[in-house]
């Protein structure tokens, strides 16, 4: 199933878009910006290539520096 994320510009679109989605029997989830970012993060990781591998020297050599 798809998701879809909806940033309204302010409270008062914030709250009509509650309501209609209620009024729709939509169930919504109300995040917080720390989620928000959490999610741009997840889907950043996913994207990223894993083909590389890095030596575990060169990972506490990068530490230590």
């Not at 209609?20 to 029997?25: G, I, R, T, V, W």
């Not at 990781?45 to 575990?56: E, G, P, R």
């Amino acid at each position: 199933m798809k998701a879809l994320v909806i940033t309204p510009k302010n409270e008062s679109e914030f709250k009509f878009l509650s309501d209609l989605l209620k009024k729709l029997d939509i169930v919504s989830i109300q995040m917080g910006e720390e989620e928000i970012e959490d999610l741009g993060l997840s889907k950043m990781l996913k994207a990223v290539d894993k083909s590389d591998k890095v030596s575990k020297e060169s990972i506490m050599a990068k530490l230590k520096s």
